[in-house]
């Protein structure tokens, strides 16, 4: 059977859809950018609430610390600042011991500090809601990574799609996503 439309010449028609599958490249992509847009926009509402706050309540504080060279370090780096002190030759295990623990309760004081200048001013739920886009987005971020494209034409959006954004900076998932995209297309070659 051929069809005809208004621009074409007469193609031959598939016989049978059944087996059809779209890329799940660009399903992939359309959740990635659909987080990022969530971001975005919960990013901005927050900080026109923390602007709106300001006057009133300062500025919110930061949640990093000092530690030794470090002078805003915070979360898991604080445990790898402490592998490293540990690891340099003769270093008081004791005292990096202590530090450590100090350290740590300075975070964990700095966290509170945060969560009580959110509660006077109202922004628990806005904060909230702007950290759980910032998961959704990771989120996505690795499901991109992990997507094998089954068109030439999704591996290349993947790979088109990635290095618009490694212009911005490099992560983690900008690496495997296009070894997905490089290992797709060796399977359709």
């Known amino acids: 059977m051929a069809v005809a439309g208004?621009?074409?010449?007469?193609i031959a028609a598939p016989e049978s859809f059944e087996n059809f599958r779209p890329d799940p490249a660009f399903a992939a992509?359309?959740?990635?950018?659909?987080?990022?847009?969530?971001?975005?926009?919960?990013?901005?509402?927050?900080?026109?609430?923390?602007?709106?706050?300001?006057?009133?309540?300062?500025?919110?504080?930061?949640?990093?610390i000092a530690w030794r060279h470090y002078s805003a370090i915070g979360g898991r780096e604080i445990e790898k600042?402490?592998?490293?002190?540990?690891?340099?030759?003769?270093?008081?295990?004791?005292?990096i011991e202590e530090e450590y623990h100090d350290a740590k309760k300075r975070y964990r004081a700095a966290l509170r500090a945060g969560d009580d200048w959110d509660r006077r001013a109202g922004l628990t739920e806005v904060r909230s809601r702007a950290r759980e886009a910032g998961k959704a987005f990771r989120r996505e971020t690795r499901r991109?990574?992990?997507?094998?494209?089954?068109?030439?034409?999704?591996?290349?959006?993947?790979?088109?799609?990635?290095?618009r954004d490694m212009q911005t900076g490099d992560t983690e998932w900008h690496l495997p996503a296009l070894k997905a995209a490089a290992v797709a297309l060796r399977k359709m070659a």
């Open 6 to 10: 208004p621009h074409s010449s007469a």
């Open 29 to 64: 992509l359309d959740r990635l950018k659909a987080a990022d847009r969530a971001l975005s926009r919960s990013h901005w509402r927050l900080e026109n609430a923390e602007a709106r706050a300001r006057p009133t309540h300062g500025f919110w504080p930061s949640r990093l």
């Open 81 to 95: 600042a402490r592998i490293e002190f540990l690891g340099h030759p003769g270093a008081d295990l004791v005292r």
């Open 144 to 163: 991109l990574a992990q997507t094998q494209a089954t068109t030439p034409a999704g591996a290349a959006a993947m790979i088109d799609f990635v290095a």
